[in-house]
């Protein structure tokens, strides 16, 4: 199908696949013994998170997405039932302790998870295809096209993720939908810029040229031949900003502009210690769920970028060493 | 070995450097921690002007209290009886007419001009003419110097409410001559703010050192007061956050935190601070809107009711805090005209569920609306929004919270959008009279569309009222007031506790319900 391809697209995603010998992100087989059962497990745990880092970065998102799929079953009390004495400190029959009002803290903070983890993944899938279907355009078209959609991207950039996202969020009026709605506004432009250089490289490499000379339209060259290059990098963004996407959504909750109470929320359940520092476990305890869980999709990023993008990789080595 | 030197220089200029810095902020800690004749004092301000005839806000009328004198006073803080200040005063015609004579005639002001008459009346009508937001105050009054020892202030209508109006800090008595050779007038061409947020014109126990609105404002003391002097030569009031003010406190930086809640007060170990409790003079309550185009069920008075006994008021005062009280009316209870707490309703789960079947109400969620950023003395109102939303559910009634910034908020509370939802008032003055805004057709009640037509029982009670004579007052205004309760319209919820946090390095002080924390009294 390609000529002569600049940038081969990587064909290792496919999880379970025998390792491709000749790719230049495969970082090799580590020369396991040849235990067949052995083997077959270390095969299936995807080839691009077999770094020390991203091993604990996926360990601790399955942890997290077994408490949030499990949560109700996990949650020792209702997560909005005031039954309990206030500001009673961990220990006892509420582990994490109880909140101003009277509630677990250990229930808030797993079925907070429920809300937090799906909405941030989709926030993101969202952003990302929203992103690179406009990079895309932008790329390929070019000229007045690619002038509109990167002077509107250029317009969000100019202002800070943070108080762009509470500009909408205040002027939509709060809640969870429109916390969505406010993140993927403002998260877009970064998938658009990065689709956009990768489209214009590819579009006057040669293949593509000749694809066009088959005739094949500006849609097929697109998602057939453009797509697989472009597909890689805008992942590696995405895994990586799932952790600034669960940042802004807890931000937006705390300063009251995400999720509206009494539905449970990390930044919100932070916010609500922040004026009692004596009770510390009340922001201590959302406050290194979020670090946990932004840490984790950082590590699986850093792993995927290593694998699926190598050039970056590399570049990323050369300057750090 | 080479990069054992470095290694080992690198940690030695660190430590000097720390230790120089720890040395530096040790002398600021020594100056800042009120050392000697200095008091620090934090508060979160809200302040804009101190130019008295301009100021309506808490911070400014704490600077103005200490700066200002005022023609009446509360003596000790007791907000029922309005005592003399500069001046004595006598009600007639009515209580049509007041008559002020200057009592303190050896009342300087802090360039050590004595204060007259003349100074008096051009404050009053500086006040009336600014147009500004304190100018209520005196609507409607006629001000005429008589003599140089008397003036008259006469109103249209009886006005008994007057001598609790002019202990206001905002009716402060400023020095006539400078202000006016300072552009200052008595209508709206006035242009003295500026000169008066740097110097004072007072005649108060202090006067302004430096006035930076959004850091610090220090004050230092007036050689020229005529009272005794205070011990505090200097006082250096902060804008800090409660988090902050609740670590300063403990370290022995400030003297003087105005903002803590009742949480973060008993977190403090005893050795460390004092605590006073003084009650608050502003009222929680809910507001249920009248208008059936906003919503048909909290115009349904069964439901308002059924609301009113499903509230479990315990637990609203325990998330107040120590020193919170119940409140049976708009009016809090240590004022003229209130309601006795004791006549406030109790939860009563099966009076509940009898009136929302009387209602008719089939669980739908009311809209609920409230300020996520605001906290009234340290109540929380997301946190007392959230607890009534759990009470309810328990009752059977559904709301749906409507949390916004106070602006939005507030905007679509005066629009009369919003049918349901959580209302503040801060009294301007120790009066029942001030709460008249509750009233069917009040500026209040048209936010809930409560038309003035809407009760003439009420109605009739609010003139009755407001004819009374001074002594049946208080218990005309509190009939009124407990016959609005009843309604359910207003709900009220909690007079909260305005908590201050002393530090131990001050052994005296006075703190009332007037002036809060008093300086010039501490040592």
Same mark, same amino acid.
């Given at each position: 199908m390609s000529i002569g391809t600049p940038k081969q697209p990587p064909t290792n995603t496919n999880p379970g696949a025998e390792a491709v010998p000749g790719n230049p992100g495969s970082p090799g087989n580590p020369g396991n013994p040849v235990d067949p059962g052995v083997r077959r497990w270390t095969i299936r745990f995807p080839k691009s998170l077999r770094t020390p880092l991203g091993f604990v970065g996926a360990v601790i998102l399955a942890v997290w997405l077994l408490l949030a799929i499990f949560a109700p079953l996990i949650a020792p009390f209702d997560p909005l039932a005031q039954s309990f004495s206030r500001l009673a400190p961990p220990g006892g029959e509420n582990i994490l302790g109880t909140d101003t009002l009277g509630r677990d803290v250990f229930s808030r903070i797993i079925v907070s998870a429920r809300t937090t983890?799906?909405?941030?993944?989709?926030?993101?899938?969202?952003?990302?295809?929203?992103?690179?279907?406009?990079?895309?355009?932008?790329?390929?078209?070019?000229k007045a096209v690619d002038e509109i959609i990167m002077r509107i991207a250029d317009l969000v950039f100019a202002f800070p993720t943070i108080i762009l996202a509470m500009v909408i969020a205040a002027a939509l009026g709060p809640g969870l939908k429109n916390a969505i709605i406010a993140i993927l506004l403002v998260s877009w432009p970064s998938y658009a810029r990065v689709t956009r250089s990768l489209v214009m490289t590819a579009r006057n490499s040669e293949y593509v040229i000749a694809g066009r000379l088959l005739g094949f339209s500006a849609g097929k060259s697109l998602t057939r031949e453009i797509a697989p290059n472009v597909v890689s990098p805008v992942v590696v963004l995405a895994t990586l900003d799932v952790g600034s996407a669960i940042l802004t959504m807890a931000g937006l909750s705390f300063l009251s502009l995400g999720v509206v109470p009494p539905t449970p929320d990390w930044g919100a359940m932070i916010s609500e210690g922040v004026s009692q520092f004596a009770a510390w476990w009340i922001a201590f305890f959302p406050g290194l769920c979020i670090l946990t869980i932004v840490m984790a999709f950082n590590f699986i990023g850093d792993s995927l970028r290593d694998t699926l993008d190598p050039h970056t990789a590399q570049e990323v080595g050369e300057t750090t060493s | 070995m080479r990069r054992l030197a470095r290694a080992?220089?690198?940690?030695?200029?660190?430590?000097?450097?720390?230790?120089?810095?720890?040395?530096?902020?040790?002398?600021?800690?020594?100056?800042? +921690?009120?050392?000697? #004749?200095?008091? *620090?004092?934090? /508060? @979160?301000?809200?302040?804009?002007?101190? =130019?008295?005839?301009?100021?309506?806000?808490?911070? +400014?009328?704490?600077? #103005?209290?200490? *700066?200002?004198? /005022? @023609?009446?006073?509360?003596?000790?803080? =007791?907000?029922?009886?309005?005592?003399?200040?500069l001046c004595s005063f006598e009600m007639s015609d009515g209580d049509k007419t007041m008559t002020l004579k200057l009592k303190q005639k050896d009342a300087k002001f802090s360039n050590g001009d004595p204060v007259t008459v003349d100074d008096i009346v051009f404050s009053f009508e500086r006040l009336q003419g600014l147009k500004g937001n304190p100018s209520f105050f005196l609507d409607g009054v006629d001000v005429k110097k008589v003599d140089d020892e008397t003036i008259e202030l006469k109103s249209e209508k009886p006005n008994p409410?007057?001598?609790?109006?002019?202990?206001?800090?905002?009716?402060?008595?400023?020095?006539?001559?400078?202000?006016?050779?300072?552009?200052?007038?008595?209508?709206?061409?006035?242009?003295?703010?500026?000169?008066?947020?740097?110097?004072?014109?007072?005649?108060?126990?202090?006067?302004i050192?430096?006035?930076?609105?959004?850091?610090?404002?220090?004050?230092?003391?007036?050689?020229?007061?005529?009272?005794?002097?205070?011990?505090?030569?200097?006082?250096?009031?902060?804008?800090?956050?409660?988090?902050?003010?609740?670590?300063d406190i403990q370290s022995g930086q400030a003297q003087v935190a105005y903002d803590l809640n009742s949480d973060q007060a008993n977190s403090i170990d005893d050795s460390m601070a004092q605590k006073t409790s003084l009650p608050s003079t502003r009222s929680l309550y809910i507001f249920n809107n009248m208008d059936d185009k906003v919503s048909d069920i909290t115009t349904n008075e069964d439901f308002r009711m059924a609301v009113t006994s499903a509230i479990d008021y315990e637990k609203i005062l325990e998330l107040s805090g120590d020193g919170a009280q119940r409140m049976a009316g708009l009016v809090p209870n240590e004022f003229n005209g209130a309601v006795p707490k004791d006549q406030a309703p109790e939860r009563d789960l099966d009076k509940t569920k009898e009136l929302l079947e009387k209602s008719g109400y089939d669980g739908e969620e009311i809209p609920f609306h409230y300020s996520s950023d605001q906290s009234v003395n340290g109540v929380d109102l997301a946190q007392l929004a959230e607890t009534l939303q759990a009470q309810l559910k328990e009752a059977g009634i559904n709301l749906a919270l409507k949390p916004a910034p106070s602006a939005t908020q507030l905007d679509g509370f005066r629009a009369g959008e919003q049918p349901m939802g959580i209302g503040t008032w801060g009294a301007d003055f120790p009066d029942p009279s001030n709460y008249n805004v509750f009233v069917p057709g009040g500026s209040v009640a048209d936010r809930v569309n409560w038309d003035k037509d809407a009760s003439p029982e009420i109605t009739k009670l609010a003139e009755a009222a407001e004819k009374a004579d001074e002594d049946k007052r208080g218990d005309a205004y509190a009939k009124m007031y407990k016959s609005l309760s009843d309604t359910g319209v207003w709900i009220p919820l909690v007079q909260p506790v305005d908590t201050i946090v002393v530090g131990n390095s001050v052994k005296k002080y006075v703190s009332n319900a007037d002036t809060s924390f008093d300086f010039a009294q501490a040592e």
């Open positions: 983890l799906p909405a941030a993944v989709f926030v993101v899938i969202c952003s990302a295809v929203l992103g690179s279907v406009l990079g895309a355009i932008a790329g390929y078209f070019g | 080992t220089v690198a940690i030695c200029s660190t430590l000097a450097l720390t230790l120089g810095l720890a040395a530096c902020s040790g002398g600021d800690d020594d100056q800042a +921690g009120g050392a000697g #004749d200095t008091l *620090v004092a934090e /508060t @979160a301000f809200s302040l804009t002007t101190i =130019d008295p005839h301009r100021q309506f806000e808490f911070t +400014g009328s704490t600077i #103005d209290n200490a *700066v200002y004198q /005022t @023609a009446l006073e509360f003596e000790d803080g =007791d907000l029922t009886k309005p005592t003399d200040g409410a007057l001598p609790y109006i002019l202990p206001n800090s905002s009716i402060g008595i400023v020095n006539s001559k400078v202000v006016k050779e300072n552009k200052g007038t008595t209508d709206e061409k006035d242009e003295a703010e500026q000169f008066l947020n740097e110097n004072s014109q007072g005649s108060g126990p202090y006067q050192d430096t006035y930076d609105p959004d850091s610090q404002v220090v004050l230092t003391a007036n050689e020229n007061y005529n009272g005794p002097a205070p011990k505090y030569k200097r006082i250096v009031l902060r804008n800090v956050s409660a988090e902050t003010q609740l670590t």
